[in-house]
């Protein structure tokens, strides 16, 4: 249920994580985060989620949700909304990489990025590369390794290990893409 209150909203989106995901503590850094909304930006956001409520295969509307809770800044509802809506549809690339990047910036937000942050965002990098065949994706991902994985940076067995495995699936999967795949190469 929404409390309609913008007052109360912004200590909802404070004080609790995600509701979709209650095991994931990785929302509690973005509840440090005061939620400065306009009236009518939270007029809408009480109008997408009661249509979403009512027919959660509304694509436009969960375009519309998801554009809403990132030009808000809404981390704690925005990971969820994306949730439901992967749940729904096969997600673009575009959304995907949006997906990603905002899920980097949240965990590099306190410096360097923790163990668990490393390992969510993997996770969520192997759902859109499962979920959307794009070179740009991998890119991505190996490109997130190179920059985030400390083991990887350290030239470990472990990163080395974790980096091959990466690059062969990247390969595998999209190597052999006729325009884009030379970029994996």
């Known amino acids: 249920m929404v409390d309609s209150d913008p007052e109360k909203m ?7 994580p995600s509701e979709s995901n209650d095991s994931d503590t990785s929302d509690e850094s973005s509840s440090d985060e005061e939620v400065d909304m306009k009236e009518e930006d939270m007029e809408l956001m009480m109008k ?5 409520e009512a027919n959660p295969s509304l694509y436009d509307t969960h375009i519309q949700y998801i554009d809403l809770l990132r030009r808000c800044r809404v981390h704690a509802r925005l990971r969820s ?15 995907w990489m949006d997906w990603l990047q905002d899920e980097t910036e949240q965990g ?5 990025m923790q163990a668990e942050d490393l390992i969510r965002i993997a996770a969520l990098y192997d759902k859109a590369t499962q ?3 794009s070179t ?12 985030h994985d400390a083991d990887v940076a350290a030239g470990t ?5 974790r980096m091959r495995s990466v690059c062969e699936s990247a390969l595998t999967a999209a190597g052999l893409h006729v325009s884009e795949g030379g970029r994996l190469w």
């Open 157 to 161: 067995a472990e990163g080395a290990k």
């Open 48 to 52: 997408l989620e009661a249509d979403l």
């Open 81 to 95: 909304a994306r949730e439901s809506m992967a749940s729904c549809f096969p997600l673009s690339e575009q959304l």
């Open 131 to 133: 979920d959307y065949l």
């Open 10 to 16: 912004q200590e909802i989106d404070k004080a609790s």
């Open 136 to 147: 740009n994706i991998w890119c991505s991902y190996i490109e997130h390794l190179m920059s």
């Open 108 to 112: 590099r937000k306190h410096g360097s």
